[in-house]
C-alpha cells in the first residue's frame, strides 16, 4: 500500500486541523494505521492508531481528549483532527499502516511496514 498524507501548516495555538491520509494499492480495510509525529531534534513518537476494523482506537495520553482519529473506507483515506493544538504540537506528521494479520503493538512504530512522507504541522504561540 502506498500512502499520501497532508493537510498540516500553521495554526496558532489552540488551532484546529485534519490531517488526511490517502492510501492506494491494496485494500485500505487490509491495514490497522496509525499516526506518528518527530519534532525537531526528537525521536519518532506514537500519536494515535486504531485497527484494522476500525472498531478500536488508542491515543497517547497528551493527545486524549484533542486529537481523533478515523477512516474512510469508501476513500480509502486515514484522518486525524487535531483540536486544541499547542506549540509543542509542532512536527512532522507521519502516517503509517500495518497488515491486518500482526497482532504487534499498534503504538509501536517498529511494527509498521508501510510509512507516507509526512507533512509539516507548525503551532505559533
Known amino acids: 500500500v502506498q500512502l499520501q498524507a497532508s493537510g498540516g501548516g500553521l495554526v496558532q495555538a489552540g488551532g484546529s486541523l485534519r490531517l488526511s491520509c490517502a492510501a492506494s494499492?491494496?485494500?485500505?480495510?487490509?491495514?490497522?494505521m496509525g499516526w506518528f509525529r518527530q519534532a525537531p531534534g526528537k525521536e519518532r513518537e506514537f500519536v494515535a492508531a486504531i485497527n484494522w476494523r476500525g472498531d478500536m482506537t488508542y491515543y497517547a495520553d497528551s493527545m486524549k481528549g484533542r486529537f481523533t482519529i478515523s477512516t474512510d473506507y469508501a476513500k480509502s483515506t486515514l484522518y486525524l483532527q487535531m483540536n486544541s493544538l499547542k506549540p509543542e504540537d509542532t512536527a512532522v506528521y507521519y502516517c503509517?499502516?500495518?497488515?491486518?494479520?500482526?497482532?504487534?503493538?499498534?503504538?509501536?512504530?517498529?511494527?509498521?511496514?508501510?510509512w507516507g512522507q509526512g507533512t509539516l504541522v507548525t503551532v505559533s504561540s
Open positions: 503509517a499502516g500495518m497488515s491486518r494479520y500482526s497482532s504487534m503493538s499498534l503504538q509501536n512504530a517498529d511494527n509498521y511496514q508501510y
Open positions: 494499492g491494496r485494500t485500505f480495510s487490509s491495514y490497522s
